[in-house]
């Protein structure tokens, strides 16, 4: 049979909510991602690396929001993300329908565009 792994704190945080509340809101911005190192300088960043987009999944929050193709997400909500289980920890809970901060680098350069974190059924 298959395995998944979960990271410990969003195991940690849905039982939580689910014990306060019921139910779990998951969010989801839309994209296909992979791990990368940061490039090096100028950016303003603590951690090494971040995730690069490699697809936008049309009229996702993340299009709408103007992520693109070749964008490498740093930071959402103000947080690191440097993997893909940092951002599934980011995108569970209360940040589901609130519009949040995602710091990129395009181009080799930072911005920052705002992406409203639509919820997964």
Same mark, same amino acid.
């Given at each position: ?42 950016? *303003? $960043? ?7 987009? #490699? &697809? ?7 299009? =709408? +929001? /103007? ?18 289980? *940092? $951002? ?7 940040? #589901? &329908? ?7 680098? =395009? +181009? /080799? ?13």
């Amino acid at each position: 049979g298959a395995a998944f792994a979960v990271p410990a704190d969003l195991a940690w945080r849905v039982a939580g909510t689910l014990q306060e509340r019921g139910t779990v809101k998951r969010g989801y911005l839309g994209i296909l991602s992979q791990p990368v190192r940061l490039p090096e300088g100028g950016l *303003d $960043l603590t951690q090494k690396g971040g995730l690069l987009v #490699v &697809g936008v999944e049309d009229g996702s929050p993340a299009g =709408r +929001g /103007g992520l693109m193709v070749g964008d490498i997400v740093a930071t959402l909500d103000g947080q690191p993300v440097e993997d893909t289980d *940092d $951002l599934l920890v980011l995108l569970s809970g209360d940040r #589901v &329908g609130r519009a949040v901060p995602v710091r990129v680098v =395009r +181009g /080799g350069e930072p911005r920052e565009v705002e992406i409203t974190v639509g919820e997964r059924g």
